[in-house]
């Protein structure tokens, strides 16, 4: 099994920064793609960022330029930086993992508030 542990959500001003870190631990021989989702009110979960383990990156069109994924292989910790935040950033953020033989986790989730 795997466990995701995510931090650093919280309210934040519009314009403001956050970053969230989600920390893999478990039973982990590799780890492939890490990433970040988020699901507002009444939406769909939809992909905010991903990582893969040569350290190429996608994201969200809403997010490019504002947002950064990272990752620390040595700590199987992926992170999540958010800068320039907007009301409409505000949603239930969720980190997955993906290890081996494909398999795929969920984080609990992480609230992040955009409000003045």
């Known amino acids: 099994q795997v466990q995701l542990l995510e931090s650093g959500g919280g309210l934040v001003h519009p314009g403001g920064s956050l970053r969230l870190s989600c920390a893999a631990s478990?039973?982990?021989?590799?780890?492939?793609?890490m990433g970040w989702y988020r699901q507002a009110p009444g939406k769909e979960r939809e992909l905010v960022a991903a990582?893969?383990?040569?350290?190429?990156?996608n994201y969200a069109d809403s997010v490019k330029g504002r947002f950064t994924i990272s990752r620390d292989n040595a700590k199987n910790t992926v992170y999540l930086q958010m800068n320039s935040l907007k009301p409409e950033d505000t949603a239930v953020y969720y980190c997955?993992?993906?290890?081996?033989?494909?398999?795929?986790?969920w984080g609990k989730g992480t609230l992040v508030t955009v409000s003045s």
């Open positions: 997955n993992v993906e290890v081996q033989y494909g398999m795929r986790y």
């Open positions: 478990g039973s982990i021989f590799s780890i492939n793609a």
């Open positions: 990582i893969t383990s040569a350290g190429n990156t």
